[in-house]
């Protein structure tokens, strides 16, 4: 079991406001609420790049049909009607939390490997349009994650939040790792260690053996004397 902390928030207006602080893993809205309800929450949060990654769970005491697909419609990961057992959305809740860590924990694995970890929907097109613009700009060594920010419209700490909170990597940490992702492409190529350094953007041969290390626990030559004889 994941331990988890609750935030409250009075209202739908508050919710949101509390959302755009950054730091919700899930949001747990009931659709009947003073002012915006949580219907009309869940569609702010879905609309809004800087949350729509955010798991949703909506309580309602609505039991018709009309009414589930309305808000799950709406962008609701989870619709449960009321009364609920408690064990039930705490089992809900949970699940949606170890399903986070899992991709993290895949997008930390070596080989490094993005296009393969199961994230679908907006987060999948948040990772693909933040792997375009690294592979766009993969040998400009003064290329820096303010820049990708605002190549892909976003400001730095909506960019960071985002990329932490989907993969568990920091931006730097995303970057880095699918460089040398591209690195290892390179040295499986028969490219020299210097070659494939300076194809991906790393400036320094003690940085980039260094990091090449740390991901693929062995150094750029090791890696190519392994491949050869695999």
């Known amino acids: 079991m994941i331990c988890w902390q609750a935030v409250t928030a009075g209202d739908g207006e508050e919710a949101l406001s509390r959302l ?3 730091g919700i893993d899930v949001t747990l809205i009931d659709v009947m609420m003073p002012g915006m309800d949580g219907i009309e929450v869940c569609r702010e949060v879905k609309n809004d790049v800087s949350t729509n990654h955010i798991p949703f769970i909506l309580l309602s005491a609505k039991t018709s049909n009309e009414s589930r697909v309305e808000g799950l419609q709406a962008g609701a990961d989870v619709y449960l009607i009321k009364p609920f057992n408690m064990d039930v959305l705490k089992m809900q809740i949970n699940s949606l939390l170890e399903n986070r860590k899992r991709i ?7 080989p490094f490997e993005p296009n393969l970890v199961d994230v679908i929907g907006v987060e999948e097109q948040f990772v693909q349009k933040v792997i375009l613009e690294i592979e766009r700009n993969m040998d400009n ?14 400001s730095r700490t909506t960019f960071y939040n985002k990329t932490k909170a989907i993969t568990g990597l920091k931006p730097t ?3 880095r790792n699918y460089r040398l992702k591209i690195a290892a492409q ?4 028969g490219f020299s260690a210097k070659e494939s350094m300076h194809k991906t953007g790393f400036n320094t041969a003690g940085y980039f053996t ?4 740390a991901l693929y626990n062995m150094t750029p030559s090791e890696y190519t004397t392994k491949f050869k004889s695999a």
Do not use: D, P, R, W
């Not at 993290?104 to 694995?109: A, G, S, W």
């Not at 260094?210 to 290390?213: E, I």
């Open 20 to 22: 755009s602080e950054g």
């Open 104 to 110: 993290h924990e895949e997008f930390k694995k070596a």
């Open 141 to 154: 060594s003064s290329f820096t994650t303010k820049e990708l920010a605002e190549n892909i419209g976003m």
């Open 173 to 175: 940490e995303f970057v």
């Open 186 to 189: 390179y040295l499986e190529k």
């Open 210 to 213: 260094q990091s090449f290390k």
